[in-house]
């Protein structure tokens, strides 16, 4: 089994930053891709950042130039540095990552921007 604890996120202003921190445990040995989706009220669950194992990264096109995302030395944690947020920023935040046919998810954490 594996567990995704995620940390960060809360209220911030509109210009502000925010770090979301997700940490991998349990059986990981075999853990490939890591990354964020968020999900707004009412909205679909959209895929916000994806990070390899080898580091290769990709962006949601609203969020390119603002976030960056990053995996720790030890692989099992990733991190989700936000900028220049914005309103439309406000979600739900949830970590994931992937292994072998399967796909575990954090708990989500609230991000919200206020303006």
């Known amino acids: 089994q594996v567990q995704l604890v995620e940390s960060g996120g809360g209220l911030v202003q509109a210009g502000g930053s925010q770090r979301l921190s997700c940490i991998a445990s349990g059986s990981i040995d075999n853990l490939l891709n890591m990354g964020w989706y968020r999900q707004a009220p009412g909205k679909q669950r959209d895929l916000v950042a994806s990070?390899?194992?080898?580091?290769?990264?990709n962006y949601l096109d609203s969020v390119k130039g603002r976030f960056t995302i990053s995996r720790g030395d030890a692989k099992n944690t990733n991190y989700l540095q936000m900028n220049s947020l914005i309103p439309e920023d406000t979600a739900v935040y949830y970590c994931?990552?992937?292994?072998?046919?399967?796909?575990?998810w954090g708990q989500g954490t609230q991000v919200t921007v206020s303006s």
């Open positions: 990070i390899t194992s080898g580091g290769a990264t």
């Open positions: 994931y990552a992937t292994f072998p046919g399967a796909k575990y």
